[in-house]
């Protein structure tokens, strides 16, 4: 262990000494039951304050990763190992998506003021920056005026598509502000994607299992939902995307180009251009969607599937709602064979978007503090990830397989087969806890034994003891 491995930018200085020694500990370096380094042998050896040694050992305790022993030191503890979800099969044929009821009850469950929303991925109440948006927004309309209050444009406001479209740069996707039309947030954009591609009827390829949000679109607007399983560890798989055309007229695809919800599993690269590749080689359209893209917890971002379109296939969704201000409501699509059908759909849908809230985005997002402020909430949410399953293999052991999430928020939990996602929900609500039952996932009724709990939430006493009484009620569950 040598002090240069603490040179990671943007980290706190605690947080590096956490991943030095979680990696020590996965490499081999530390064995189960061996005894770290004192607070002072590490202090002088990484060339940080002891308190800093200190706060990393107390956050490794809280994740059950090491234990303190009276006047010994800290140890290594043995790791109670959870197996990922398993993949699910290719289904037979696309099915009609009816998920609006079963959805509704969840979305009521979430906004009751008393219930602990472990139901809904919202990263950013993991730490929020309402003050720093409150005062640029403040500022804005000292400056502004009236102005602030008007309509936008249609596409939306010029120089924060301009940042966007200069975004994309760092990936080599050439796009020019007008590649880039603002939306109501990442629904608006998937809704505005689909419609500009596909027509009631039409079949919809979908991973599975896949955000709700986007079977409900699917469900709305007529089309067929085709299911496409991906692994937990890899995502979705080149073979199967190729069976699932070959079978099937697909009219479209819709998939998570880099982080899955919510599988929480990491499309690589290759994979991206394997699979754009394959679609544009038999003129299928790619909607990918990317709003946890920014959330990753690997050593870099991965790229925009759109990067390796030739055919400009590929029409990339994102918002602000998982990195900023989900009630904002400021999404984005970016595509430039379908920029101008894209913008009669959205003026047809809601006209514009909120100006003053894309003003303010922009005004924040252009310095560095975004930036700065990402690199916070990923290592809150990669913290908040291992708090969560540790804390969740301790209180289920082997009944359940918790899937390892990349990124994102959310971990896909998958009981056995005689557990029903609807009891444990319901029974949740009993104790204002709310949780998405797995059903809620996938069109043809697969995934009812599972769950999909959040950790984007502020890690305090209320958390884990509703996790405590959530784990009871599965294990109830489990033995009736």
């Given at each position: 262990m040598t002090p240069s491995s603490l040179k990671e930018p943007n980290t706190y200085l605690y947080q590096q000494v956490i991943n030095l020694i979680t990696e020590m500990r996965i490499n081999g370096t530390l064995q189960t039951g061996q005894k770290l380094p004192s607070l002072r042998n590490l202090s002088n050896a990484l060339s940080v304050s002891i308190p800093t040694v200190k706060q990393a050992y107390i956050e490794l305790e809280r994740q059950g990763l090491i234990r303190a022993k009276p006047k010994?030191?800290?140890?290594?503890?043995?790791?109670?190992?959870?197996?990922?979800?398993?993949?699910?099969?290719?289904?037979?044929?696309?099915?009609?998506?009816?998920?609006?009821?079963?959805?509704?009850?969840?979305?009521?469950?979430?906004?009751?003021?008393?219930?602990?929303?472990?139901?809904?991925?919202?990263?950013?109440?993991?730490?929020?920056?309402?003050?720093?948006?409150?005062?640029?927004?403040?500022?804005?309309?000292?400056?502004?005026?009236?102005?602030?209050?008007?309509?936008?444009?249609?596409?939306?406001?010029?120089?924060l598509r301009r940042q966007l479209a200069f975004s994309y740069m760092e990936y080599a996707l050439p796009l020019a502000p007008d590649d880039i039309i603002i939306t109501n947030g990442a629904q608006e954009a998937l809704n505005i994607a689909l419609q500009c591609v596909a027509k009631a009827g039409d079949v919809i390829a979908v991973e599975s299992p896949c955000y709700f949000g986007i079977l409900e679109l699917i469900e709305n607007l007529g089309m067929l939902a085709l299911e496409v399983p991906?692994?937990?560890?890899?995502?979705?798989?080149?073979?199967?995307?190729?069976?699932?055309?070959?079978?099937?007229?697909?009219?479209?695809?819709?998939?998570?180009?880099?982080?899955?919800?919510?599988?929480?599993?990491?499309?690589?690269?290759?994979?991206?251009?394997?699979?754009?590749?394959?679609?544009?080689?038999?003129?299928?359209?790619?909607?990918?969607?990317?709003?946890?893209?920014?959330?990753?917890?690997?050593?870099?971002?991965?790229?925009?599937?759109?990067?390796?379109?030739?055919?400009?296939?590929?029409?990339?969704?994102?918002?602000?709602?998982?990195?900023?201000?989900?009630?904002?409501?400021?999404?984005?699509?970016?595509?430039?064979?379908?920029?101008?059908?894209?913008?009669?759909?959205?003026?047809?849908?809601?006209?514009?978007?909120?100006?003053?809230?894309?003003?303010?985005?922009?005004e924040f997002v252009r310095t560095c503090d975004y930036d700065r402020y990402l690199v916070q909430l990923r290592n809150i949410l990669l913290t908040n990830k291992v708090r969560m399953r540790n804390k969740l293999q301790q209180s289920l052991g082997d009944s359940v397989r918790i899937s390892d999430p990349k990124g994102g928020a959310v971990l896909w939990l998958e009981f056995n087969k005689n557990i029903n996602s609807a009891d444990i929900f319901q029974l949740a609500l009993q104790h204002n806890l709310s949780v998405s039952p797995g059903t809620l996932f996938s069109p043809s009724n697969r995934y009812q034994h599972c769950i999909r709990l959040s950790y984007g939430l502020p890690w305090n006493t209320e958390l884990e003891e509703g996790l405590g009484v959530f784990a009871d009620i599965c294990l109830t569950l489990q033995k009736n």
């Open positions: 010994s030191g800290y140890f290594l503890t043995q790791q109670n190992k959870s197996e990922q979800p398993k993949k699910a099969r290719l289904p037979a044929k696309p099915i009609t998506v009816s998920r609006q009821q079963l959805i509704e009850d969840v979305f009521k469950s979430i906004h009751q003021p008393h219930n602990l929303a472990l139901g809904v991925a919202n990263p950013v109440a993991a730490l929020p920056i309402t003050k720093t948006l409150n005062r640029t927004m403040r500022r804005i309309m000292s400056v502004m005026g009236d102005k602030a209050l008007h309509y936008g444009p249609v596409a939306g406001y010029e120089p991906i692994c937990p560890e890899d995502g979705l798989s080149i073979q199967d995307v190729a069976s699932a055309i070959a079978k099937h007229p697909v009219k479209a695809c819709v998939f998570s180009s880099t982080i899955a919800n919510p599988m929480g599993c990491e499309l690589t690269d290759g994979a991206k251009q394997q699979i754009v590749e394959l679609l544009e080689n038999n003129d299928i359209p790619l909607i990918e969607d990317d709003v946890y893209g920014d959330l990753y917890f690997t050593e870099k971002r991965g790229s925009p599937a759109q990067k390796y379109s030739k055919k400009g296939l590929v029409i990339t969704c994102s918002s602000f709602s998982k990195t900023a201000a989900p009630a904002y409501r400021i999404g984005w699509l970016a595509t430039h064979k379908f920029s101008q059908k894209c913008a009669q759909i959205k003026r047809a849908l809601s006209c514009s978007s909120s100006h003053m809230n894309q003003i303010t985005l922009f």
